[in-house]
C-alpha cells in the first residue's frame, strides 16, 4: 500500500469522467482524495453518461487527457470489459460475489433504490396509483429517455414491479406510463434540479440518492420507494487498462472502498447512497450509523435486474416506449 | 467635418490602392478552408461510416435501417415538426414582414423589428425551451389544465415558431420590399380590386420567395435539437434526439452505425430542401432586383 502510494504520488495526477460534484457525495470525496494524498483530480465531463465515460476512453486514448477511471452502469460495464484493467482492492472479499466480476475487471461500488421523489404540497403518496389522480396534472417525470439513460429505464420498471409485474418484463410499466399520458399527467420535459426548484417537475422517478432534498436542492421534497416494488441498481468501478496515470487509478479505488470513518465507503453514505460494503461494515460497526439511519425506509425484498432482463427491458422500450407515450 | 474630412482623405491612398496581385479565388481560401473543415469533412465522415457495418466492411444492408417501422416514424416526427412549425412561422412572419415594410422606411419601428427579429431568430436550446416552461408550464397558472403544449408535434411547435417568424421576417422583408408601390398603383389605376391585385400581382411575385423561405425554415427546424431535447427529454420523436440516444445510450441500446445512417438520411433531406430553395431563390430573384 505504502508503495503504492508513493508511485500515485508521483505521478500526481488523477483523471475522473462524469462525476457530478453533487451526486453521491462526489464533489467532498474528490476534495479528501486531493487533501489526503496531493494528487490532483483532473474531473471531465461532470454530466456526461456512462457510455460518454466509455466514449472518451476510446476516443482519448494513448493521450494523458484519458480517463483513469469509470464510474459507470451495468449494461456499458458488461459490454465493454476489454477495456478495463483488471484490479482487486484490500477489502475485495467484502463485496458480494454477485456484485463484482471474478477475475476483478468491474466491481460495483454504491447504488440505491429507484424511488418517487415528490413535492410535498401533494400530501402523502402510498402507492403508484395515485399518480393517476387529476391533482398530478403534468406533474409526473423521469430522469431522461428509458431507451437511453439507465435511471429512466430502472423508473419504467419498477412501475411495472408495482403494477405487480416481473423483473423479466417491463411491458407492465410501460402500459403504466401510457395510462399516466392518458391521464394527462405524464411530463416529458426534462427534470433537473431547475425545474424540480421551479416546480415544473414536481414528481420525479429517480435513484433515491438522486431524489433526496440535499440534492435536488429544495425543502420540502419528499421520497417514496413502493414497498412491493424496491429495484436496486448499483454503479461499478473500473480502471482504463491504458490509464496514463495507473498507480493514481488503483490509490483512487483503495480510496473508494475503504471503510475507515473518512473512507469513500462512508463518504458515499453521506451523499445519501448505499455503498456496496454496506453489509460488512453493519456487522463489523465501521459504517457511518447517522448517515445510514437518514436512508429512505424500504420494506420488502429488493430487486436487481441481471444483465439479460436489463437487455430483454431495453429492446422491448425500443420497439414501445415512444409509441406509448405519445 | 473637417476632421472627417481629413480622416477620409488620410484613407483613400490605402483603399485606392490596386488590387492586391494573385488569382481572384485567393480570397475565398479562408472561407471553403472552414467550410471543408467544419461542414464537408463531418458529412464526409457519415457518409462514409454510414456505408460500413459495425466490422468494419463496407456494405449497403447498414441502409436497411431506414426502412424500419420505429426508424421511419423518427423521420415521420421530424417532417411533421418542420412541416407544421415552418408553415405556421412562415405566414406569421410574411404577415409581420407586411406591415413593416408598409410602415415609414427609416422609422423606429421597423429598427426596432429588424434588430430584434435578428437576435430572436438565433434564440433556441435549452434557454428557450426553459423560458416557456416558466410561462405556459404546469406553474405559471396560464393554460394550467392544457396539456396540449406537452403533446407533438403541436407543443413544441409553438416553441419553434418563436424562433422562425424572426427569422422568416429576415429572409422574406427583401422580397416584399422588391414590390414596387407604383405596381400597386397601375393595377389600381385599371380598376383592379385589392384581391384581384394580390391574386393577379403580388401573390404570384411573392409566391418563389415565399416557398422558398418556407423550406429554408423547414431545414431550420429539421435541423434544430437542443430545444426539443429540453422539451421532451423523456421521448425521442425526431431524428436528431434518435441519433443522440444512438450514440449515448447507457442501456445498451447505442449503436453508432445507425446514427450514422440516420445521420445520411438528414443530410439527404436537406440537400433535396436546399436545392428546392436555390431553384426557388433564383426564380424570385428575376423580379426582385
Known amino acids: 500500500m505504502s508503495k503504492l502510494v508513493a508511485a500515485a504520488k508521483k505521478e500526481g495526477t488523477l483523471n475522473v469522467i462524469a462525476l457530478p460534484p453533487t451526486w453521491a457525495n462526489y464533489g467532498t470525496i474528490i476534495k479528501d482524495f486531493t487533501a489526503k494524498y496531493g494528487i490532483k483530480v483532473n474531473s471531465a465531463n461532470p454530466d456526461g453518461t456512462s457510455q460518454d465515460e466509455v466514449n472518451a476512453v476510446k476516443q482519448e486514448n494513448g493521450t494523458s487527457a484519458a480517463p483513469d477511471v469509470l464510474d459507470i452502469g451495468q449494461a456499458v460495464a458488461l459490454a465493454n470489459t476489454s477495456l478495463f484493467a483488471p484490479y482487486k482492492v484490500s477489502t475485495w472479499s467484502n463485496i458480494p460475489t454477485a456484485q463484482k466480476d471474478a477475475g476483478g475487471l468491474w466491481y460495483e461500488d454504491y447504488g440505491g433504490y429507484m424511488a418517487v421523489g415528490y413535492s410535498s404540497k401533494f400530501g402523502t403518496i402510498t402507492s403508484l396509483s395515485q399518480l393517476l389522480g387529476s391533482k398530478f396534472k403534468n406533474a409526473v417525470a423521469l430522469n431522461g429517455n428509458p431507451t437511453a439513460a439507465n435511471a429512466a429505464l430502472n423508473g419504467v420498471m419498477m412501475a411495472s414491479l408495482a403494477q405487480g409485474g416481473s423483473a423479466s418484463s417491463i411491458a407492465d410499466g410501460v402500459a403504466f406510463f401510457h395510462k399516466l399520458k392518458a391521464a394527462g399527467n405524464f411530463s416529458p420535459v426534462s427534470a433537473t434540479g431547475a425545474t424540480i426548484k421551479a416546480g415544473t417537475t414536481p414528481v420525479v422517478f429517480n435513484w433515491d440518492y438522486l431524489n433526496l432534498p440535499s440534492y435536488v436542492g429544495v425543502s420540502n421534497w419528499k421520497v417514496f420507494v413502493p414497498p412491493n416494488a424496491v429495484l436496486g441498481g448499483y454503479y461499478a468501478q473500473a480502471i482504463n487498462k491504458n490509464a496514463p496515470h495507473p498507480a493514481a487509478a488503483r490509490l483512487w479505488e483503495e480510496f473508494l472502498y475503504s471503510q475507515a470513518a473518512t473512507g469513500g465507503q462512508n463518504l458515499w453514505l453521506q451523499g445519501g447512497a448505499r455503498p456496496v460494503e454496506q453489509p460488512t461494515m453493519a456487522s463489523n460497526g465501521s459504517i457511518d450509523t447517522a448517515a445510514a439511519g437518514k436512508l429512505p425506509a424500504v420494506s420488502g425484498t429488493p430487486v436487481f435486474l441481471s444483465a439479460s432482463q436489463a437487455a430483454a427491458a431495453a429492446t422491448y422500450l425500443a420497439a414501445n416506449w415512444a409509441q406509448a407515450v405519445r | ?289
Open chain 2, 1 to 289: 467635418m473637417a476632421v472627417t474630412a481629413t480622416t477620409e482623405t488620410g484613407a483613400r491612398p490605402a483603399r485606392a490602392g490596386r488590387r492586391p496581385s494573385g488569382p481572384a479565388w485567393v480570397g475565398t481560401v479562408p472561407f471553403l478552408g472552414y467550410v471543408g473543415v467544419f461542414l464537408l469533412f463531418p458529412t464526409g465522415i457519415v457518409l462514409f461510416n454510414a456505408f460500413r457495418n459495425p466490422a468494419g466492411g463496407f456494405e449497403l444492408s447498414s441502409l436497411s435501417t431506414l426502412g424500419n417501422s420505429a426508424v421511419r416514424g423518427f423521420f415521420v416526427g421530424s417532417i411533421e415538426l418542420a412541416a407544421v412549425s415552418s408553415v405556421a412561422g412562415a405566414v406569421l412572419g410574411a404577415i409581420l414582414a407586411y406591415a413593416i415594410v408598409a410602415g415609414n422606411p427609416d422609422g423606429v419601428v421597423r429598427r426596432v423589428y429588424l434588430a430584434g427579429s435578428g437576435v430572436l431568430a438565433q434564440f433556441g436550446g435549452v434557454t428557450l425551451a426553459f423560458a416557456f416552461l416558466a410561462a405556459v408550464g404546469p406553474t405559471s397558472g396560464f393554460l394550467i389544465h392544457a396539456g396540449w403544449f406537452y403533446d407533438f408535434p403541436q407543443g413544441i411547435s409553438l416553441i419553434y415558431v418563436y424562433f422562425q417568424i424572426p427569422l422568416m421576417v429576415l429572409v422574406f422583408l427583401p422580397a416584399v420590399d422588391g414590390l414596387k408601390v407604383q405596381w400597386r398603383e397601375a393595377s389600381e389605376n385599371l380598376g383592379a380590386s385589392a384581391w384581384q391585385y394580390w391574386r393577379h400581382v403580388g401573390g404570384p411575385l411573392l409566391a418563389p420567395a415565399f416557398t422558398g423561405a418556407t423550406l429554408l425554415l423547414f431545414a431550420n427546424a429539421l435541423s434544430a435539437y437542443a430545444t426539443i431535447q429540453a422539451w421532451e427529454n423523456q421521448i425521442a420523436y425526431t431524428v436528431p434526439q434518435q441519433i443522440s440516444t444512438a450514440i449515448n445510450s447507457e442501456v445498451g441500446l447505442s449503436n453508432i452505425n445507425e446514427a450514422d445512417v440516420l445521420a445520411l438520411g438528414m443530410v439527404i433531406m436537406v440537400v433535396i430542401i436546399m436545392t428546392g430553395y436555390a431553384l426557388l431563390q433564383r426564380r424570385a430573384a428575376q423580379w426582385l432586383r
